[in-house]
Structures are given as C-alpha cells and as structure tokens.
C-alpha cells in the first residue's frame, strides 16, 4: 500500500555527479522523513543524508558538500543529487520513509528496492 520507488542510479567515473530520486506514494501518505542510506559491499548500512519535515537535513561527513538532498513539501519526492562522486560512494542506495497516516499516525518505517551507484574508471 505504501510504497518508496528510487530512480537515477547507474555507473559513472570518479568526478562525475549523479542524481537520484524517490517517490512514496500511498492513500492519505503523512510523512514525516525521508533520507537516503546506502550500504557497500561488506560494510553495514548507513544514514547518507535526511530530511525532516519543515526542511532540517543532515548529512553524513563522508558526503558533506558533496551531496545535496531536496524534496517537495510533503516529503513525497526527494532527490539527492551526488556531485564529485568517489570510488567509495559505490553502494546499493536506499531511499527510508517515517511515515503514517490521517488514521494512523504511526510513524512506521518503509524501505524502497535500492538503487546500485557505482563509481569506478
């Protein structure tokens, strides 16, 4: 019923920008965050950059002034655009909602498909 759909990865060089976006659709949709994750290989899943309804974003230091996330109003759209990309951002990128409805508030945790960015000559 609730669904996070991501787009825009793909394989580019080092140096090289990327965008990615994801959408969360679902009846009477309330959300309260959207963030990206990403989880390498071997390495354990973590928080790249979120955004908290009303605008407040942070991001991880391994990305700062690197990676811009942006999203509409509602949080049912949210971009992160990816700019001097490294070999070491090469992950599987997750878009994560905190979300509920006008009839259950919740917050509940939606995972998206993920999305393989890789970076790499």
């Known amino acids: 019923q609730v669904q996070l759909v991501e787009s825009g990865g793909g394989s580019v060089q080092p140096g090289e920008s990327l965008g990615l976006s994801c959408v969360a659709s679902?009846?009477?949709?309330?959300?309260?965050?959207m963030a990206w994750y990403r989880q390498a290989p071997g390495k354990q899943r973590e928080l790249v950059a979120g955004?908290?309804?009303?605008?407040?974003?942070n991001y991880a230091d391994s990305v700062r002034g690197r990676f811009t996330i942006s999203g509409d109003s509602a949080l049912n759209t949210v971009s992160l655009q990816m700019n001097d990309l490294k070999p070491e951002d090469t992950a599987v990128y997750y878009c994560?909602?905190?979300?509920?409805?006008?009839?259950?508030?919740?917050?509940?945790?939606?995972w998206g498909q993920g999305t393989q960015v890789t970076v790499s000559e």
């Open positions: 955004m908290i309804s009303g605008g407040a974003v």
């Open positions: 679902g009846s009477g949709l309330i959300v309260y965050a």
């Open positions: 994560h909602a905190e979300a509920g409805k006008s009839s259950d508030y919740g917050p509940y945790e939606y």
